[in-house]
């Protein structure tokens, strides 16, 4: 019995040394991120945009779609979600892979606005330490509008604003239901779910999810986005919804 608890013992101590290690790693590398750049000089960068919005300039539908599907807890939790990492590493455990990161949308802005898009594991704990400085400067509204006004959408959109003019061709507030869900669902993976041309059922599906979590999080019946499978391509390019 005594070799086992020795076992026991030695394996809970490489894994504390490990996770001392990453929590080392990854805090060092969030102090270097943040000499070349600081937590206020990213968001004036972005604020300094001339087509930069506002929540108030966006309909409330497109705000509960984005938190409904990229982070349900954001006004709760203090810059990442412990529920929401240990969701993420039981499905990347069954999976085998890397197929879910459990990042928040402040841990997305941290992410793309001071480091790379490696899947490393020092990366993401200095995405996670860059969260909670980016909390201690900026209120929740202030993060959320600094995350809309910098998250790439595909075909070079940069930000909601960008986007809404470039996809449907009108001003963030003129979107209507199906238009707010679609756009919500297109950061997760642009290239995957491009408004420009056909849909596939893979697109379909993750529309439908968006539209989905979005009535239910606000409580609300739609159109929904299976209109979307149907609809006529707008000037031949993108299937959008009046």
């Keep these: 019995m005594k070799w ?10 490489c894994l504390f040394l490990v996770v001392a290690f990453m929590l080392w790693r990854g805090y ?30 966006l309909p409330k539908d497109y705000i ?11 006004y709760k939790h203090p810059g990442i979600d412990p529920l929401a990492i240990c969701r993420a590493l039981y499905n990347d455990i ?6 879910e990161g ?22 993401k704990v200095a995405e996670m330490f860059m969260a909670f400085e980016i909390e201690k400067v900026y209120d929740k509204d202030t993060i959320l ?44 993976a642009p290239s995957a779910y491009n408004p420009y041309g056909i849909f596939t059922k893979d697109q379909t599906s993750r529309y439908t999810a968006v539209a989905s979590a979005s009535i239910q999080s606000a409580g609300k019946s739609g159109s929904g986005v299976s209109k979307a499978a149907a609809g006529d391509p707008k000037d031949g390019k993108s299937r959008v919804f009046e």
């Design 145 to 188: 509008e600094l995350y809309l006004n910098s998250i790439y959408f595909g075909n070079g959109y940069n930000s909601v604003a960008e986007a809404c003019r470039g996809y449907f061709g009108k001003e963030p507030m003129e979107m209507n239901f199906d238009e707010c869900t679609m756009l919500a669902g297109i950061p997760n």
């Design 4 to 13: 086992i608890k020795r076992l026991c013992s030695f394996i809970f101590l």
């Design 64 to 74: 509960d779609a984005v938190l409904a599907v990229e982070d349900k807890r954001f």
């Design 94 to 99: 069954r999976a085998g892979s890397y197929v």
């Design 28 to 57: 060092g590398d969030c102090q270097d991120a943040l000499k070349k750049m600081s937590v206020q000089q990213m968001g004036a960068q972005i604020q300094a945009k001339e087509d930069y919005t506002t929540l108030d300039q």
């Design 102 to 123: 459990g990042s928040t949308i402040t841990q997305q802005l941290a992410k793309n606005q001071f480091f790379t898009q490696d899947k490393k594991i020092s990366r």
